[in-house]
């Protein structure tokens, strides 16, 4: 997922923000108050080092015995823990769920971070990966990456396998071009179906797939245009709804999410022309271990076209696809009912000693 947030407007969102949300609050904090965080066997939050970095980690889960599920968001910069809080409390009764504000954003953020490399992002997952199977004293976890996270999700699916149950690619990113591509299609039909001239000079002043060094602009405007042609959000054409969740959490802080707002620009600027040049299809066709993709019908930013016939390529002991017909690019939030239950009865037995897949 990418956002268009500019650094010079992060000051007045953050006063419009705090005046839309408290609306919100009310309902925002009775979801938070129906779960006690005393009562989880596992809840650690702490700052740990990872990649010579210090990046904060939050654990949870009702019973120390469930399995491992790790979470690798979007953006980038994305942190979501917030989110998960509202949305997949229902998680932590079936697993330990871990969510990671990666370097360079939310808890972790440290200013100008000039290690973010997709490199860095690797390694500092699997050295993540690592501490949490010692930590819990688990063999395996399940590796659940959503959009920008995917990128890296689907590389360690294929060249560590023995450190995952199963890896499940939320709106994965298939070839970046031919995401960037097939959305600014979409963006020009709807422009002409509902007229809207005010848009047109918009697009007229794009030019994709923006490989330039400072095409990372061009990206923003782009993902900021798709949002508002309701092309992300299923039946919404703006974030406010999910956003007023980062204002009333008792993890995140004021600062901590306006950090998220500053990551999400500086990540993607200094990872651009790496990201660009992604294509799934250079990782590798066969994969040892159960893969999942799962997508919104209605995601522009990462097509469901895309993602199926990556799906068709790939081979693997159990693979599946599974389309959210009421949701666009964040199924995990937008039918988070659905997708709540679907890794509680079709992901978590993959985890049990006597399934197949685990002998």
């Given at each position: 997922?990418?956002?268009?947030?500019k650094?010079?407007?992060?000051?007045?969102?953050?006063m419009?923000?705090?005046t839309?949300?408290?609306?919100?609050?009310?309902?925002?904090?009775?979801q938070?108050?129906?779960?006690?965080?005393?009562?989880?066997?596992?809840?650690?939050k702490?700052?740990i080092?990872?990649?010579?970095?210090?990046?904060?980690?939050?654990?949870?889960?009702?019973?120390?015995?469930?399995?491992?599920?790790?979470?690798?968001?979007?953006?980038?910069?994305?942190?979501?823990?917030?989110?998960?809080?509202?949305y997949?409390?229902?998680?932590?009764?079936?697993?330990?769920?871990?969510?990671?504000?990666q370097?360079?954003?939310?808890k972790?953020?440290h200013?100008?971070?000039?290690?973010?490399?997709?490199?860095?992002?690797?390694?500092?997952?699997?050295?993540?990966?690592?501490?949490?199977?010692?930590?819990?004293?688990?063999?395996?976890?399940?590796?659940?990456?959503?959009?920008?996270?995917?990128?890296?999700?689907?590389?360690?699916?294929?060249?560590?396998?023995?450190?995952?149950?199963?890896?499940i690619?939320?709106?994965?990113?298939?070839?970046?071009?031919?995401?960037?591509?097939?959305?600014?299609?979409?963006?020009?039909?709807?422009?002409?179906?509902e007229?809207?001239?005010?848009?047109?000079?918009r697009?007229?002043?794009?030019?994709?797939p923006?490989?330039?060094?400072?095409?990372?602009?061009?990206?923003?405007?782009?993902?900021?245009?798709?949002?508002?042609?309701?092309?992300?959000?299923?039946?919404?054409?703006?974030?406010l709804?999910?956003?007023?969740?980062?204002?009333?959490?008792?993890?995140?802080?004021?600062?901590?999410?306006?950090?998220?707002?500053?990551?999400?620009?500086?990540?993607?600027?200094?990872?651009?022309?790496?990201?660009?040049?992604?294509?799934?299809?250079?990782?590798?066709?066969?994969?040892?271990?159960?893969?999942?993709?799962?997508?919104?019908?209605?995601?522009?930013?990462?097509?469901?076209?895309?993602?199926?016939?990556?799906?068709?390529?790939?081979?693997?002991?159990?693979k599946?696809y599974?389309?959210?017909?009421?949701?666009?690019?964040?199924?995990?939030?937008?039918?988070?009912?659905?997708?709540n239950?679907?890794l509680?009865?079709l992901?978590?037995?993959?985890?049990?000693?006597?399934?197949?897949?685990?002998?």
């Amino acid at each position: 997922m990418i956002c268009a947030i500019k650094k010079d407007n992060i000051a007045l969102l953050s006063m419009l923000c705090v005046t839309v949300f408290l609306f919100g609050a009310c309902s925002i904090n009775e979801q938070l108050r129906q779960s006690n965080p005393q009562s989880y066997e596992v809840n650690l939050k702490s700052s740990i080092p990872i990649g010579g970095v210090e990046q904060y980690v939050s654990a949870t889960g009702r019973n120390k015995d469930s399995p491992i599920l790790l979470i690798l968001y979007g953006g980038p910069g994305w942190g979501i823990i917030p989110l998960v809080n509202v949305y997949n409390k229902e998680l932590f009764e079936h697993f330990i769920v871990v969510n990671w504000d990666q370097r360079g954003t939310g808890k972790s953020y440290h200013g100008a971070d000039k290690s973010v490399r997709m490199d860095q992002y690797f390694s500092d997952t699997i050295e993540l990966i690592d501490y949490l199977l010692k930590t819990f004293e688990k063999k395996k976890l399940v590796l659940l990456a959503h959009s920008w996270g995917t990128i890296f999700g689907v590389r360690i699916a294929q060249q560590r396998p023995d450190l995952l149950y199963a890896y499940i690619g939320m709106s994965q990113i298939v070839n970046m071009i031919g995401a960037i591509q097939e959305s600014y299609e979409y963006m020009i039909n709807v422009t002409l179906k509902e007229h809207l001239s005010l848009i047109s000079p918009r697009l007229s002043r794009m030019a994709p797939p923006y490989k330039s060094a400072t095409g990372y602009r061009d990206a923003l405007r782009h993902r900021d245009t798709l949002t508002q042609l309701g092309g992300t959000i299923y039946n919404k054409r703006s974030y406010l709804s999910f956003a007023k969740a980062y204002f009333f959490d008792d993890e995140y802080t004021f600062r901590d999410a306006i950090n998220v707002l500053r990551g999400i620009t500086r990540t993607l600027e200094m990872l651009w022309l790496e990201a660009i040049s992604f294509s799934c299809y250079e990782e590798g066709q066969v994969f040892d271990i159960p893969i999942y993709l799962f997508n919104g019908l209605y995601d522009y930013l990462t097509p469901t076209d895309l993602a199926e016939e990556y799906f068709n390529y790939i081979v693997a002991p159990i693979k599946e696809y599974i389309l959210f017909r009421r949701s666009s690019h964040s199924p995990i939030f937008e039918e988070s009912r659905t997708f709540n239950s679907i890794l509680i009865n079709l992901i978590k037995p993959l985890t049990e000693p006597d399934h197949p897949t685990t002998q």
